[in-house]
């Protein structure tokens, strides 16, 4: 079964703070182009008063349903469209006045579906309130635009909008519903508390760690929507095997993560932006070090959220640290880690030396990062550059640079976006620990990157199904990684980078062919048949509860 319209759900509409984000806004054209604006997106109106580049608001989408839904049922939206390529229809709604009626609505929760937001804290009420009024919007545009006849499905995605999927399940049953959790809240919650999670996978209660770990709140939300709506997907094999074990429920379908890769340059366009960021980030390393290093500079970067354990950061650095001793190293190596921390302002001293066409022989104070950060004495980088003395001397072989923040193409000393750079690197490496997906390392390899990942993600985990996939050789490498095999990664990591730097300019072009043709292969074009197959199975569910 197909539907006729789609709604879909989450935090990150119209709103960039995640992966999440990449997600929905990269298969919005595929599905805008199945589905002509019968797939319309809802996220929290969190912009009032403020531009939102990313919402072209329309006064006349959806006019009189907008004018319905404020007169009768007192929801405040914004209807526009999500500016990104296929533009659907995003509709924005303000949750603010459910605040008054949180008790209320939490007592239902509980006394249906044994949602214990007894325990709330941080940002619990906040993604409760938008959902719960993200469940009214779907509601109301259904009662007024719609027909019994029509097949509608609501996605929810993570547990901060599991509150609206369980309203529309309640409130409007004719609606299919789809809950899609990205990552489990506990999960990752005892991978960010430095617990073994792998290993022990098996034997972890979820209901009883989220009590350990004081998540009751939002694994109970989550445990429960899993358990409750018509089909319960999940983004990847790893993941999958952690609901099963916390949530007490396998997935009905996995949703793999695909890519669009409308935004990757080609032909000289690609060659001149390669150049153009290759020469800027040598000459910040340059300026930073006072030192000379050329174009045969082995550029090797990591990226994303600043989780020092869960990404991998902490073994990347520890790997670099063994490479400097590595007799099979070829090149000098210049490491970036762009992951945004607690950032105060860019090095005035560091912009005068790029203003200047000088050359320094000089490094700066604290030759390691660009921008001064609030809190310098207590950041994890910068504790463990220190504790292996890594301090990018002259005659090191190895240097690494630090780059705590966004690079949105404003941060003062590179003033290019991630893509921008993302294009100059030889080698990436993303030695996740936990890591459900992990778009990094895809979006790496559509830039023609090849990429050090780990079969703890799941984008690693899925590139070693792929046929004819061995290592780096073949543009993605995938290391194997557990609760207890730190040092092998870090030296596998070391030799991977070491071989790499032994290729010919003709070996590493056709390296950095095969890493975009593994990157073809997670098109949205390929990937897109599992959110078919969630609708059918969502669809099929709802008619047998309505049955009932």
């Given amino acids: 079964m197909i539907p006729d319209y789609i709604f879909e759900a989450s935090w990150e509409v119209c709103n960039k703070v995640g992966g999440i984000y990449t997600v929905l806004s ?102 409760s309130m938008f959902s719960y009024a993200a469940g009214k919007v779907v509601e109301s545009f259904y009662r007024f635009n719609l027909t019994e006849t029509d097949k509608v499905v609501y996605q929810a995605h993570e547990w901060m909008t599991g509150l609206g999927a369980l309203y529309v399940q309640t409130y409007v049953p004719e609606i299919a519903t789809i809950f899609t959790t990205h990552a489990t809240s506990i999960g990752r919650s005892i991978a960010g508390n430095n617990k073994p999670l792998y290993d022990y996978l098996f034997a972890y209660n979820g209901d009883q ?57 080609h032909g000289q366009t690609f060659a001149h932006k390669r150049k153009r960021a290759r020469s800027l980030m040598l000459s910040v390393a340059n300026k930073l070090l006072g030192t000379n290093l050329g174009d045969d500079t082995l550029i090797v970067g990591t990226s994303g959220r ?54 320094f022989n000089t490094p ?55 893509y921008d750079l993302l294009l100059g690197f030889d080698m990436s490496v993303y030695a996740s620990y936990y890591e459900p997906w992990g778009y990094t390392p895809l979006e790496s390899v559509a830039f023609h990157v090849p990429a050090i990942t780990t079969d703890l993600a799941g984008f690693g985990l899925w590139v070693k199904s792929l046929k004819g996939q061995h290592g780096i050789d073949t543009g993605v490498e995938v290391i194997h990684r557990s609760d207890y095999n730190y040092s092998e990664v870090a030296d596998a990591i070391k030799d991977t980078i070491a071989a790499f730097s032994t290729k010919n300019p003709t070996e590493v072009e056709t390296i950095r062919k095969c890493a975009s043709a593994v990157a073809e292969q997670a098109l949205w074009k390929h990937f897109i048949q599992y959110y078919y197959e969630a609708y059918d199975i969502a669809l099929r569910n709802a008619m047998k509860r309505q049955l009932r």
């Fill in 26 to 127: 990269t298969r919005a054209k595929t599905l805008q182009e199945a589905f002509h604006d019968r797939i319309l997106f809802i996220g929290p109106d969190i912009w009032q008063g403020k531009e939102n580049p990313l919402f072209i608001e329309s006064d006349n989408l959806c006019a009189v349903w907008k004018q319905h839904a404020w007169k009768r049922d007192n929801l405040k939206v914004r209807v526009g469209r999500w500016n990104v390529p296929g533009e659907p229809i995003a509709i924005l709604v303000d949750f603010q006045s459910f605040y008054e009626r949180k008790n209320e609505i939490y007592t239902e929760a509980w006394n249906r579906y044994q949602v214990d937001s007894l325990h709330a804290y941080g940002d619990y009420d906040e993604a």
């Fill in 209 to 265: 760690m989220a009590g350990e770990l004081n998540m009751q709140s939002k694994h109970s939300i989550e445990k429960q929507t899993a358990h409750y709506v018509d089909c319960f997907t999940t983004v990847s094999q790893i993941t999958a095997n952690e609901c099963k074990e916390l949530l007490d429920k396998d997935p009905d379908v996995i949703l793999m993560n695909g890519f669009e890769d409308d935004f990757v340059p």
């Fill in 306 to 359: 600043y989780e020092f354990k869960n990404k991998g950061i902490d073994v990347f650095l520890e790997s670099l640290n063994r490479l400097k001793r590595d007799r099979n190293l070829q090149k000098t190596v210049l490491a970036f880690i762009s992951v945004p921390g607690w950032v105060g302002a860019p090095r005035p001293d560091l912009q005068e030396r790029l203003k200047s066409r000088k050359t």
């Fill in 364 to 418: 700066l104070e604290v030759p390691c990062i660009t921008h001064w950060l609030h809190n310098m004495s207590h950041d994890q980088v910068l504790d463990m550059l220190k504790y292996l003395d890594m301090g990018n001397r002259a005659e090191d072989h190895v240097k690494v640079i630090f780059v705590p923040c966004y690079l949105d193409g404003k941060d003062g000393i590179f003033n290019k976006e991630y």
